[in-house]
């Protein structure tokens, strides 16, 4: 089916998040829609599957015009979505999951278990997904869960497959598979709008590239485009893409973490036996697929979850060089944070910051309880005023004044104040999860150099991140979780698909065995080819 | 006790053929760490105790229980048993210590004990205050009649918790349940009277129900108004507006709206004559096997049919539901409509069921007892049934006990079972799960 959107608009408020955006999806072609976060591209998906409806526009299947007042339309209509927060009732069976909406019946309205059942063994079966239509889908990892989506919009006869982000929960071996299913879903008739903002995938798998950029399209590319000319087509400008440092073997032990272990009364447990040390002037990062435990472990060092054994220690120098250790095991937040130790929450909105204050007031929110910024009770709204313009000179915080409400500011700017208060201390340990999520390129580059900065003053730096990219940009030192373990802890120039296999739990070793068999027998059968 | 170790070797085999049920994410090995329970083991010494204490030791060595089962079956005469009072209890504080002692034993190698177990545990200890408060009693223990009693009383506590848990897999809290009940119990009333009908006062009572449901539906789906304080809110509403039309129209015209019609009790024949159970459930008001049938129906309906997925789909995950091409917000507003309904039809229990006329407030706070029974039944209507089950069995304790005039004041009586209830809440029921975004708003 051939998909073209004329003119699409879609305003909120003042903000146009789509401006007058042609796109043709020829049938059974991968068309990669590229852009920044916040550029557009899920806006636009979500018009064309009827969840918003556009300002102005035409949406037009095999050259029918359209009009689609709600999801069930687009559906009815051959369009199905895998949305980037999976669309599914947790509660449910994938069986049920996969019906929703269009239920087999028999009887009294009761649904045909064997009947949903069937439609999904059939299409898992046709694409090799191996899903058990009866497991629970909150049982499931979420690289099935994914599946179960695309099973869901295939359950529908779906001509035309949007994927919004559907790399970005994914290991990489994950993210491998996920491109052959979408080549094979390619090959049987399918189109499919992939949308994503890493330039390798695009590269990947795209037959045609539309880049997007604050809410307009700004070009098309074919997928032989380089990766530096699709960066500069989605930012605007030339990026560089690699982050600038030297690796550091670092000094003295700085945070010492021993058999640390977090579990759930109902015997579940989030975090096990994690054994680490992080040194005085380097970064570890850790690596994993979100969910194994990354978030219970940066809340359990700063002290907002309590562990149920095993210890944090900080360990500081005094005037005469000699070690002062301090125990920071479920010590109170303020505590940890007075000792010396830095945070910048995963979830920023929610944890980070308050959107209703000022950046001037979120600036010192952790320090107005002693001078400068209170005295005898009360704020000094004079000196958190000053500081507020200091800080937002000093970290390119991009708001007319430090007075304006932190919730106007970009995602990136938000993150820069976050950054900019923690950094602001003098810190023996800084602590940050996913620190660029949701962050526009330009934001990357300068958070990412003063995280190094940071390190290179001194600090012991633990930064958490799901993007393998930033992981290995940054890191000193990388530590791969899985399901609340450490994997192991390896060099930062570790090859990606070691990386990969040991987010899925392979130990370090046997992960760099099997890439190097698998290098081996590519090596083979290529040569097999050259000699016939 | 057969029959308990039973059901827990059954329990733990189950659990031993799906290692992973609950928290998939856990390694085998592992679980075993999981920190230990002490709840269950603290209360069931406490309760043997104060078993053994009071039990055993107050009760007259010489004294004798008399307890009277009617087995309501032709051709079997009713059974009357005279227990000695300090021998039975002694055998029953045996039973409580060596179950106690076994919780124990699960709390230490970090398992947890079953709810049936609890629920025998329960049972036994009831069995044990009901000895020893007849004991020495001239008359007998009606136990025929304390149960088919108790299934009675909580019929509006089954409609109720039915009416609580259709809202709450659609998303919506449902507080209002008092008020439904209480204005299905005037309408019923007041159209029985004016037709001279029970029945058609029974059609009457669910659209009372359904109207105070569609109001919470407007402000809590349409105007995303807090649910709970909207149910509040309308439970004033439905109070003041029925006492005033109590006070103004009723009592004035007592002959035209206030003359009590009963719907009829219906002996089922054959079912009836099971002994003591036909007796207990099919010897019942023709409210109680409606009350049969809709929570049949709905258990089946809620987890297995069309409707259901796509209800409790809204309650879990709205935005899936909308992604599905699944109207939310009107399977909302119908769903909570429903749920009054059914609630309305529970209120005719006090009027039509009962044969009474409407009273001044006589739902007398059963909305909010039928919602605590709703949560306690993990927010199924099987669970429910069973907690609303309870809660009427302790409701008719104090008149079974009247009956027989013991020494305690009925108030303490009254407070035991409740007692009972609030421990098994605390300690047995485990971490139930309420449907996702109940309470929210789903804005689009």
């Known amino acids: 089916m051939k998909l073209e959107l004329r003119h699409i608009t879609k305003k909120f408020g003042d903000f146009v998040a789509n401006d007058n955006i042609d796109l043709v999806v020829e049938p059974g072609q991968i068309h990669a829609l590229l852009g920044e976060n916040g550029a557009g591209k899920s806006t636009l998906m979500n018009v064309l599957y009827g969840l918003y409806e556009a300002d102005g526009g035409q949406i037009l299947l095999d050259d029918q015009p359209m009009q689609f007042a709600g999801p069930g339309d687009a559906m009815a209509a051959g369009i199905g979505m895998v949305h980037q927060h999976f669309m599914l009732v947790p509660v449910f069976t994938v069986a049920e999951n996969v019906v929703l909406g269009h239920e087999p019946v028999k009887g009294p309205d009761l649904i045909d278990v064997s009947k949903a059942r069937d439609i999904v063994k059939q299409i898992s079966d046709r694409f090799g997904f191996e899903v058990d239509p009866n497991a629970l889908v909150e049982d499931l990892p979420v690289g099935i869960q994914q599946r179960v989506e695309i099973i869901k919009a295939l359950s529908r006869q779906a001509k035309i497959l949007i994927l919004d982000e559907p790399t970005a929960v994914l290991t990489p071996q994950e993210t491998d598979e996920l491109m052959s299913i979408m080549r094979q879903l390619k090959a049987a008739g399918t189109s499919i709008v992939f949308i994503t903002h890493k330039l390798r995938e695009v590269q990947d798998v795209a037959d045609v590239i539309t880049v997007i950029r604050h809410g307009r399209v700004v070009g098309q590319a074919a997928p032989t485009a380089s990766q530096s000319e699709l960066a500069r087509l989605m930012v605007g400008r030339a990026v560089d893409l690699s982050v600038d440092k030297t690796l550091h073997q670092g000094g003295p032990v700085a945070l010492s973490v021993k058999d640390l272990s977090l579990v759930e009364p109902t015997g579940r447990a989030l975090l096990e036996d994690i054994t680490f040390d992080v040194h005085k002037s380097e970064i570890l990062t850790i690596a994993g697929v979100q969910g194994n435990g990354q978030t219970e472990l940066t809340e359990v060092l700063i002290g907002l979850r309590k562990s149920t054994a095993g210890s944090v220690t900080l360990v500081t120098q005094d005037a005469a060089g000699r070690a002062v250790t301090t125990d920071l095991t479920n010590q109170s937040v303020r505590t940890i944070l007075d000792s010396g130790v830095g945070y910048v929450p995963e979830n920023r909105s929610k944890d980070g910051m308050i959107a209703g204050f000022s950046v001037a007031e979120n600036l010192v929110i952790d320090q107005i309880t002693h001078p400068p910024f209170s005295r005898h009770g009360s704020l000094d709204t004079r000196a958190i005023s000053a500081n507020g313009a200091r800080q937002v000179e000093q970290f390119d915080i991009r708001t007319d004044t430090a007075q304006a409400g932190m919730g106007t500011l970009s995602g990136g700017n938000q993150q820069k104040v976050v950054l900019a208060r923690e950094l602001s201390r003098d810190l023996t340990v800084f602590i940050a999860s996913q620190p660029t999520r949701g962050v526009d390129v330009g934001s990357i580059e300068f958070i990412h150099g003063q995280i190094i900065a940071e390190r290179d003053a001194g600090a012991a730096v633990l930064i958490v991140s799901t993007e393998l990219n930033e992981v290995t940009a940054l890191a000193d030192r990388i530590a791969v979780m899985y399901r609340g373990r450490f994997v192991g802890i390896v060099p930062p120039d570790t090859d990606r698909n070691v990386l990969g296999l040991m987010m899925a739990g392979i130990a370090a070793d046997e992960a760099l065995d099997l890439t190097r068999q698998e290098s081996y027998t590519d090596q083979v059968q290529s040569e097999g080819v050259d000699h016939d | ?444």
């Open chain 2, 1 to 444: 006790m057969t029959t308990i170790n039973e059901s827990v070797s059954n329990a733990e085999a189950a659990r031993r053929a799906k290692p992973d049920q609950g928290s998939p994410q856990i390694d085998h090995e592992f679980a075993g760490l999981a920190p230990r329970s002490w709840k269950a083991p603290i209360i069931f010494t406490v309760l043997t105790l104060a078993g053994a204490v009071v039990f055993c030791l107050t009760v007259d060595p010489g004294s004798i229980s008399k307890v009277s089962v009617r087995t309501g079956t032709p051709g079997i005469g009713d059974v009357l048993w005279s227990l000695p009072s300090l021998i039975t209890l002694t055998v029953m504080t045996v039973i409580m210590v060596a179950m106690t002692a076994w919780a124990w034993r699960q709390a230490i190698v970090r398992h947890h004990i079953t709810t049936w177990y609890g629920v025998g545990f329960g049972l036994i200890f009831v069995a044990a205050f009901l000895v020893w408060a007849v004991s020495g009693e001239d008359s007998a223990l009606q136990v025929t009649a304390l149960l088919s009693g108790a299934l009675f009383l909580s019929v509006p506590l089954i409609f109720g918790a039915m009416a609580g848990a259709v809202c709450e897999h659609v998303g919506v809290i449902n507080v209002s349940i008092e008020g439904q009940l209480l204005g299905g119990a005037f309408l019923g009333a007041v159209v029985g009277s004016l037709t001279q009908n029970a029945w058609i006062g029974l059609l009457a009572a669910p659209v009372a129900g359904a109207l105070v449901g569609c109001l919470l539906a407007l402000f809590a789906v349409r105007y995303w108004v807090d649910h709970i304080i909207v149910g509040v809110v309308l439970n004033v509403l439905v109070t003041g507006l029925t006492n005033y039309l109590f006070s103004t129209v009723l009592t004035a015209n007592s002959d035209v709206f206030s003359i009590p019609f009963a719907l009829p009790v219906v002996r089922i024949p054959l079912l009836a004559d099971i002994p003591v159970i036909g007796t207990v459930l099919f010897n019942q008001s023709c409210l109680v096997y409606i009350m049969y049938a809709v929570v049949i129906l709905l258990q089946i309906m809620m987890f297995h049919s069309r409707w259901g997925l796509r209800m409790r789909a809204c309650g879990e995950h709205p935005r899936a539901a909308d992604t599905v091409g699944i109207k939310v917000n009107r399977t909302r507003v119908l769903n909570t409509i429903l749920g009054g309904a059914i609630a309305g039809l529970g209120g005719a229990f006090f009027t039509l069921a009962t044969g009474l006329a409407f009273g001044k407030e006589m739902s007398a706070g059963r909305g909010y007892i039928a919602l605590a029974a709703m949560i306690l039944g993990g927010w199924k209507p099987k669970g429910a049934l069973l907690a609303a089950l309870l809660f009427g069995f302790a409701d008719n304790l104090q008149n079974a006990l009247g009956v027989v005039g013991i020494g305690v004041p009925s108030q303490f009586m009254l407070m035991a079972p409740y007692l009972v209830t609030i421990l098994a809440v605390a300690g047995i029921v485990g971490t139930v799960r309420a449907p996702a975004q109940e309470g929210t708003a789903y804005k689009g």
